[in-house]
């Protein structure tokens, strides 16, 4: 029957070629799916491939589906990398936002991954791969859950009270500061920017222990998360064609209460502290405005020229807390912030900034493996003194539209200390909209991607005691 539709080119193998044949002996089905030229095959085209074969199958009245993983395994892609690329494929692509809907088309409910001939000699380290990657993938779809609600039901006290599930369900510590707590604190940048909207901000810190290996304690990664609820612009308002997307500006924050939940259900080595900065920023007689000074937790004075720069103000704060408080051995802060980043890497690629090289090619390396694209940025003292203020310590915006990821990221350095910093813009690869959705891979469904949860993860994984 193969042979058949291949000499009548049924099927050819090219990428995101889908064929379905009919058994005639048992009414049962084949699925073809192409990956194409191998001296091009990677895991992210097992991984992409395995997200059209389940995409392909929704609303065709198929609940379960076999893999069969020797058929993925060619040139470098051994056979753990392409059981682990066919768990992503198969989880993330089988996703979508269907909680508000009345009725959906039914898709595929039970994925199995035959081992084949490996299950002789790898069957047990294999198995254990795959229960990794689902975690993970389980993670990711989660998050994209919750990063895709709306902002009339996601504002920071309901992202407080998951947090505070999750820290029930796992063991997690969970800490949430309302807005006496964090005036108190002299959260100043969190505060401001919530000040608009009558959804008053919190700030959620959720600690995973850690498991260490050897002697002495975990290191401790800290992950800070902008969480913006719906980003209006504030007084500087944003315009109003496709301001609904603005609902996707908590994904940082959603990035990071993802990562925590993955990190501590598979008992990673680090302690792993979570922070999401989480206001809603609108415009209102009690927003914050233009020309506003704003003093932070560290400290440091922010003269706001930009209302609609508001995540980096946010973040001032968590990044100054996780600092002072746990004196982390590395912070990395996530977060949809500048539209720059889009500008300089599209749609499908974050941007990273970070004060160490060791750190970055860590990132690196967990991208690289995860199929989560990033793109090292530079970031000098020509970026630094532009965000020098006059009459402050930083300034949230420049007079001249230029490096605009990068100058955001030089006043983000300005709260981490001296300690191991990465920044992660996701402004582009965050979510996906109508128009943006057919370029990217099956397994991004349309809206919140939780970009970020796999490769942080892989990060923990990694990154030792």
Known sequence: MLARSWAQKEFRGKRRELTVLHRPSDGGRLVLVGLGPRAKYSAEVARRAAAEAVKGLRGKAAPRVGFALPSFVAGGVDAERALRAIADGAVLGGYEFYQYKATFEAGVEEATIYLGAAARSRGASLRRALDEERTIAEATVWTRERANLPPNVAFPERIAEEARRLGTELGLKVTVFDEAALAKMGCGGILAVGSGSSHPPRMIVLEYAGRGRGRGPPRTVALVGKGITFDSGGISIKPAPQMSHMKFDKSGAMAVLGT??????????????????????????????????????????????????????????????????????????????????????????????????????????????????????????????????????????????????????????????????????????????????????????????????????????????
């Not at 300089?344 to 989560?372: C, M």
Request: proline fraction near 5%; hydrophobic fraction near 40%; glycine fraction near 10%.
């Open 260 to 465: 925590v939940r993955a990190a501590a259900l598979l008992k990673v080595a680090p302690r792993v502290v979570g922070i999401l900065c989480c206001c809603e920023n609108l415009p209102s007689g009690s927003s914050y405005r233009p020309g506003d000074l704003v003093r932070t937790f560290s400290g440091k004075i922010i003269e706001v020229l930009n209302t609609d720069a508001e995540g980096r103000v946010a973040l001032s704060d968590g990044l100054g807390y996780a600092d002072a408080t746990y004196q982390p051995d590395a912070v990395i802060d996530v977060a949809t912030l500048t539209g720059g980043e889009v500008v300089a890497l599209g749609d499908d690629t974050g941007g990273l900034v970070s004060n160490d090289d060791p750190l970055a090619r860590a990132l690196l390396a967990a991208s690289a493996a995860t199929g989560e694209p990033i793109w090292r940025m530079p970031l000098t003292d020509y970026h630094r003194e532009l965000v020098r203020s006059e009459v402050g310590d930083v300034r949230n915006s420049i007079e001249i539209p230029t490096a605009a990821m990068l100058t955001a990221s030089a006043f983000l350095e300005a709260f981490v200390g001296d300690r191991r910093w990465a920044h992660l813009d996701i402004a582009g690869p965050a979510y996906t909209t109508l128009s943006t959705r057919k370029y990217q891979p099956a397994y991004q469904n349309w809206g919140a991607t939780a970009f970020g949860v796999r490769l942080l993860t892989r990060y923990l994984l990694d990154a030792g005691p």
